[in-house]
């Protein structure tokens, strides 16, 4: 070559920006501080603005069918659009160096965002309010709950690809807030960890979307399949293959998915490289040439002579300095290009950079194809592809292989042509590893379809023997990744979500419910927002009518619904229980209304509830059955305790009944418990207590119970469960109207004036002071008795007890004597047996009646109506209403004890024991 008629400028004097220093000092990365308006000044070409939209692949994104473009199988450029990014650690395969020059051109999950909606100023606001909070990265997110239920709500079964896009844009939204915080409050915050887990979640909804849309779709059209036409082209076999192979396919959309993901992360950059050199390859070792040929002298430090591409392997001789760093952040571009599935923009890259002859080098894998052999058209059509496909692979293959190359240059060669191990050597995460083995796969599996049909070239047969008899599934690929030698891989392995990731990838349901049940019994509790997504997740799949472990999915659910009653998402609640099955789902939401105490929300949560289609009338009589059986309080025999007063769990008792009162048609429901829950009451002793549990019910309610009834029946009578607890509800009115008439005597006879006593141990004054008051009162007594009838106060004292005397006399009575067969008796024997109702009934008879008898005879002698006390003697002794079966031994020999005092009593009066006039 002779360098002396070159025609090309020599740079004899290189501007500074050459140096990496003035790079470094040329370059300017700034981002807006809280709170300023200031645009962003980067050399960094901003991205572009995320897209939401399911990634199209090369093949089926919808349930409509689709013809098939695999043209560009082997490569990914400009196939899919761009997911959310993954974020990655500084050690990521796509952070270049640590010089601020490489910073500059590779732009961070930060600043590769830096031109998106988060930095509009009302999503700035929102984030400066956020970090006030103390967990601003849950309080931004925090409305994903409400959100999550309103978009699983809205679509209907059939649109479930609709809502996985509701669920992903959700996510995004989220996640471009959350960035903004991380931003101000650094990458070291809660809310980065947050942003994170969104980001992830939202990646997996994308891989599901892809992957489910062709599963589906694969479904339906299972018999519709049509019969494979041999063909002379290999972009005609490639497309069969993938039109009859789900495992390649599916493959390959993991592959789109992952390139997708990187494609996020590094966003578009390449056009804001300054390469200084401009349209100039490797300009400093041709101006150091040229020079040399100037001066004549030689090299102090041997350098290539030629400056054809392969002259630095050929000649085993450098580059200049600075030309080898320009190519070694050349090649990780375009690895990291590719990597994205950017193949186009890596030919731009290597076009502008001076390096034709390597964008031509990334051009030949694409399948050969020749339309004229089909057509029978008289026109002629381009032929597409590379027709030396097969020399083209072979000589990647060897530059992969070839260890003098840089580590980054063999990688691209090692993707195109299917080499693993020079790819798997620049990949340092989890997802970069996925993508090396399943690109490895889909080039493999390729090739042993084109060598099967006839059409592999030699060239490629001549490759290793175990590129050509690899057996790769999916299945493998995972094992392989368990075994890696990487530590940042294996504990990326472990993962949530890149578990998940993988069973989905795997289609291995029953695998990925395992991994969920062993995640809700592990000690460490799962994040929110990974509970969020798992339920969802469950929910999806049960719309697509496969084939789960239903009791996995019930704890997920209802793990998710403990999350919610925990976190206070009332709203929430209902629509998330009525995914369980039925009898759960209404013990499950029994449990919660437990929970709600304040009166305002409970009508909100029945509401809900049916909504949700629950059965609401067990639940509230399930929630009541459950507060009222908490204590295990048996109905003992009738003791002399003092009756106690109304305690906190008592109180929560009565409050209990107000959940059958919302709606009239639990009205008899609402009878019968509150029924129940005074019979445990009555049995305390607890009177106030049961008075608060009638007042609770309504008064019309045994007309409601009757007015409902006849509305379903004109001609048969209520039910009997129905009347029998009318009347047991009437027997606990006359019990609590009995002892309250009582009460009212016992309290008026004791305000009754009372003698003064002398105090003890007096001083002799005061003792005669005392004598002299009780002289004072015996004089007062008998003048009372003079003046008896004109005192209208004592005259209104007595009539007063005599009156709540007759009252208390016909109101036990009332109890004693109930008609129909007696106090807490049923009248019809056709309901349902219930043992433990009735065991209550009978011991209430035996704990109330004699306590009630001791009672009225107690007020009957203190009256001094002695003769009144021995009839009710006759009336407990009566075989017709056989009250003295209720009595037991020790109770009738202290009442016959008692009736002995009220016989001596009418003794001294000149009468005979029962009250009669002696006959002479």
């Known amino acids: 070559m002779d360098w002396a008629q070159s025609e090309l400028p020599s740079p004899v004097v290189r501007d500074d920006e050459v140096t990496v220093a003035a790079r470094r000092r040329r370059k300017k990365v700034a981002f807006p501080s809280p709170g300023s308006g200031s645009p962003v000044i980067s050399t960094v070409t901003p991205a572009r603005p995320l897209l939401r939209n399911t990634p199209a692949s090369l093949f089926r994104q919808a349930v409509t069918p689709r013809v098939p473009d695999v043209s560009s199988i082997l490569a990914p450029g400009g196939r899919t659009p761009r997911y959310t990014h993954t974020p990655r650690n500084a050690l990521s395969s796509l952070n270049l160096d640590d010089s601020d020059w490489t910073n500059s051109m590779y732009t961070s999950p930060v600043s590769g965002l830096e031109n998106t909606s988060f930095f509009r100023e009302d999503i700035g606001n929102l984030s400066s309010a956020l970090l006030k909070e103390d967990d601003p990265g849950e309080a931004a997110a925090a409305s994903l709950f409400p959100e999550f239920l309103g978009a699983f709500l809205k679509h209907s079964s059939s649109a479930v690809f609709e809502l996985l896009d509701d669920y992903q844009a959700l996510c995004q939204d989220k996640v471009d807030v959350l960035q903004s915080v991380v931003l101000r409050a650094g990458q070291n915050s809660k809310t980065a960890g947050v942003r994170w887990l969104l980001q992830q979640e939202n990646c997996t909804w994308r891989l599901i979307a892809s992957l489910y849309r062709d599963r589906v779709q694969l479904a339906l059209e299972d018999d519709l399949m049509t019969d494979m036409v041999p063909s002379e082209s290999e972009k005609v076999v490639v497309e069969q293959l993938f039109q009859r192979d789900a495992v390649i396919r599916q493959s390959q959309l993991v592959v789109d998915w992952l390139e997708s993901i990187a494609k996020d992360q590094i966003g578009d950059f390449s056009d804001n490289i300054e390469y200084y050199a401009k349209n100039v390859c490797w300009e400093n070792t041709l101006h150091a040439l040229k020079m040399r040929r100037k001066s004549g002298t030689t090299f102090t430090v041997p350098l290539v002579t030629e400056l054809d591409p392969d002259a630095p392997l050929r000649q085993q001789r450098p580059l200049a300095d600075l030309d080898r760093e320009d ?169 949530h979500y890149h ?20 995640w809700l019994t ?76 304040q009166p305002e929300l409970r009508p909100r949560c029945l509401q809900l509830a049916t909504e949700a289609g629950l059965d609401v009338s067990a639940i509230t009589k399930l929630v009541v059955e459950t507060v009222r059986e908490t204590d295990d309080t048996e109905f003992t025999h009738h003791s002399q305790t003092l009756e106690t007063g109304t305690t ?23 009878l019968k418990q509150s029924n129940a829950i005074m019979r445990k009451f009555l049995a305390l002793q607890k009177h106030d207590a049961a008075k608060a549990v009638f007042s609770k019910v309504p008064e019309d309610s045994m007309r409601e119970i009757c007015s409902q009834w006849s509305g379903i029946s004109q001609t ?36 009754a004036p009372q003698k003064p006593a002398p105090a003890p141990e007096a001083k002799f004054t005061e003792r005669v002071a005392n004598e002299m008051r009780e002289k004072e009162y015996q004089v007062f007594f008998f003048f009372f008795i003079i003046i008896y009838f004109f005192n209208a106060s004592l005259s209104a004292w007595s009539c007063r007890l005599d009156a709540l005397t007759e009252d208390v006399k016909e109101r036990i009575y009332n109890v004693l004597l109930f008609v129909d067969g007696g106090w807490m008796v049923d009248n019809r024997q056709d309901s349902e047996p219930d043992s433990e109702r009735s065991h209550q009934m009978a011991a209430l008879r035996s704990l109330c009646l ?33 009250l003295y079966q209720v009595f037991s031994k020790e109770e009738l020999r202290r009442f016959l004890q008692k009736l002995r005092e009220s016989s001596l009593a009418l003794l001294d009066r000149g009468v005979d024991p029962l009250g009669y006039e002696l006959q002479s």
Not at 509 to 517: H, K, N, R, T
Not at 860 to 877: F, K, P
Request: charged share 25%; with cysteine; aromatic share 8%.
């Open 522 to 597: 592990a000690s460490k509790p799962l994040p929110s927002h990974l509970l969020r997504f798992m339920t969802h997740l469950v929910l999806f799949f049960r719309s697509l009518g496969l084939a789960l472990k239903e009791e996995v999915c019930v704890d997920v659910v209802k793990t998710y619904v403990s999350l919610l009653i925990q976190d206070q998402q009332t709203d929430l609640v209902a629509s998330y229980v009525g995914q369980l099955p039925a009898d759960l789902a209404t013990s499950q939401y029994a449990a919660f209304l437990e929970t709600v105490t």
């Open 648 to 670: 906190k769990e008592d109180q929560r008792k009565i409050d209990v009944i107000d959940w059958l009162l919302y709606d009239p048609a639990h009205r008899a429901e609402a």
């Open 327 to 495: 190519d070694a952040r050349l090649l990780k571009n375009l690895f990291t290009l590719i990597r994205a599935g950017m193949t186009e923009e890596a030919q731009r890259l290597c076009k502008r950079c001076g390096q034709a002859w390597r964008a031509a080098t990334l051009e030949g894998w694409k399948l050969y194809h020749d339309p004229n052999m089909t057509s029978g058209g008289i026109e002629l059509q381009p032929v597409e592809g590379n027709p030396q496909r097969g020399i083209w692979k072979a000589c990647c293959w060897r530059m992969a292989e070839e260890e003098q190359l840089n580590r980054y240059e063999r990688a691209i060669y090692a993707s195109l042509s299917g080499n693993l191990r020079p790819l798997l050597a620049v990949c340092e995460s989890w997802e970069d590893c996925v993508w090396a083995y399943f690109r490895v796969m889909v080039d493999s599996l390729v090739e042993k379809d084109l060598m099967s049909s006839g059409m592999a070239h030699h060239e490629v047969e001549t490759l290793p023997r175990e590129y050509l008899e690899a057996n790769w599934t999916m299945e493998k690929v995972f094992e392989e990744l368990q075994s890696s030698e990487s530590k940042r891989v294996l504990e990326e392995t472990r993962e």
């Open 499 to 518: 578990v998940i990731q993988k069973f989905v990838i795997l289609g291995d349901l029953d695998g990925l419910l395992e991994e969920f049940s062993d």
């Open 716 to 751: 048969t009578p209520l039910p009997a469960e129905d009347e029998n607890a009318i009347r047991e509800h009437l027997c606990i009115r006359a019990y609590l109207e009995a002892h309250e008439a009582f009460t009212d005597w016992f309290r008026h006879s004791s305000s």
């Open 850 to 882: 004699p306590r009630l008898s001791f009672l009225l005879l107690s007020v009957l002698q203190s009256s001094s109506r002695h003769q009144e006390a021995l009839r009710l003697a006759d009336i407990i002794s009566s075989d017709q209403h056989r």
